[in-house]
């Protein structure tokens, strides 16, 4: 029997410092990380996750344990988690664009952006890519130059690349558009640029769809029917915007609104506007059809 108890406290021993030797996550709110950060001379790591995420929960169990990771970050971070799915941290999925599970934040003390990562990562790749990231500090550093006032072409563009691999989509959308803006920028003969535009601008209201609209003939001439099936793919699904939705159920669509864009639409000499409205009509009439046969099928 005493044999079996000291067996099982060595067990427990060698458990709690496995444990140990993994990454510390502290039980503290982001002002009170910070201020402690501030206090030990450290930085601040987020793991943001969310509620039905399986990568999360395989970083909670493989990887943050290991002894690697905790060497790393507990000794120049204070480190946090947050499931941002939940009340008080969606605020903080907005702040930071968090759009995708697992997100990692490295923040300095005073709360500023350092590097981001997004996704599953092994912890010798994590641990080479978070060093590599904080000591460039490129996305910081191009902040900075945005704020500073530079709105050149060549600058916005390797801005909006290091924004998208940080899958910072809003912040992404706003550097293309003033890219796109630029009196320089030609979509015609700018493939980068008309790439650019293709992945952004989705809305048959906005300027530099309806430029590119008058000049599809000569972006198919240059790029394919690639150019006009992205026109032809706004025009359409933009129309979707008109649905109505109400204590969660889809009610139909603002069928005035929907008249008023098509209108637009022969303003601008869109393809086919009266398929719109026809293909909104149709997916009611279907979706009408569903719910009833639900109901009728319902014991």
């Known amino acids: 029997m005493r044999k079996r108890l000291i067996l099982l406290a060595m067990t427990a021993i060698s458990t709690l410092a496995a444990v140990a030797q993994g990454v510390t996550f502290v039980d503290k709110q982001l002002d009170e990380a910070l201020a402690l950060a501030k206090k030990e001379g450290k930085m601040v790591f987020v793991d943001c996750y969310g509620t039905y995420c399986p990568p999360c929960k395989k970083m909670l169990v493989e990887e943050f344990p290991k002894k690697e ?21 969606k605020v903080l999925a907005k702040r930071w664009e968090v759009s995708m599970y697992p997100t990692f934040v490295f923040l300095n003390s005073d709360g500023e952006l350092l590097y981001r990562m997004v996704g599953f990562r092994e912890a010798d790749k994590f641990i080479a890519e978070a060093k590599q990231g904080i000591a460039d500090n490129t996305i910081g550093k191009l902040e900075k130059q945005y704020e500073g006032g530079d709105r050149s072409y060549g600058f916005l563009m390797t801005y909006l690349k290091e924004l998208e691999r940080m899958k910072k989509r809003t912040a992404a959308s706003k550097i293309a558009h003033e890219m796109l803006s630029l009196p320089t920028t030609d979509i015609t003969t700018d493939k980068e640029a008309f790439g650019v535009f293709c992945s952004y601008i989705d809305n048959p209201y906005d300027e530099l769809f309806l430029k590119a609209h008058k000049q599809v003939e000569t972006l198919v001439a240059a790029y394919g029917e690639q150019a006009r099936e992205k026109i032809d793919r706004v025009w359409m699904d933009y129309a979707g915007h008109f649905g109505l939705v109400g204590n969660g159920e889809f009610k139909g669509y603002d069928w005035d609104k929907v008249k008023e864009y098509v209108a637009f639409m022969r303003q601008h000499g869109a393809k086919n506007p009266e398929k719109v409205e026809k293909t909104l009509r149709d997916s009611w009439k279907q979706y009408q059809e569903f719910m009833e046969k639900q109901k009728q099928e319902k014991p």
């Open 69 to 89: 990771m905790g060497d790393y970050l507990n000794k120049g971070f204070v480190s946090v988690k947050y499931n941002l799915d939940k009340e008080p941290y």
